[in-house]
């Protein structure tokens, strides 16, 4: 049995797309998609919350990441989990790393 490690997240970005270089010329893109999720506290009541996760595309990805999309892009994300830890600091988490965005058209920069 083969492993999967998968995400899938629909939802709008919080802020404009921050585009970066590598010292190696490569392009990397960092942003931040907010997903709601509406659920039924212990008392009855409908409630709703928002997950934010933190997104990272790289290359042509990024690139393209940074060119369509903006505040408020409505956008659904594939991509896979990575784990990571900083020793000195001694502080980890996860990072979201693109597979395919699917952009939905709200938010949207126009092409030049």
């Known amino acids: 049995m083969s492993n999967l490690n998968q ?7 919080v802020r404009d ?4 270089t590598t010292k190696q010329g490569n392009a990397v893109a960092y942003y931040t998609v907010a997903s709601n999720q509406q659920f039924t506290d212990s008392n009855g009541e409908r409630r709703e919350r928002a997950d934010y996760l933190q ?4 290359g042509l990805q990024a690139e393209s990441d940074a060119r369509y999309l903006r505040k408020g ?3 659904v994300v594939q991509g896979s989990v990575r784990s990571w830890y900083n020793s000195q600091e001694q502080k980890g988490g996860y990072s979201f790393e693109v597979e395919k965005v699917q952009y939905n058209g709200q938010g949207q920069r126009t092409q030049a």
């Open 7 to 13: 995400f899938f997240v629909s939802g709008h970005l």
């Open 17 to 20: 797309v921050d585009l970066r």
């Open 55 to 58: 997104i990272t595309s790289y």
């Open 73 to 75: 892009a409505s956008v």
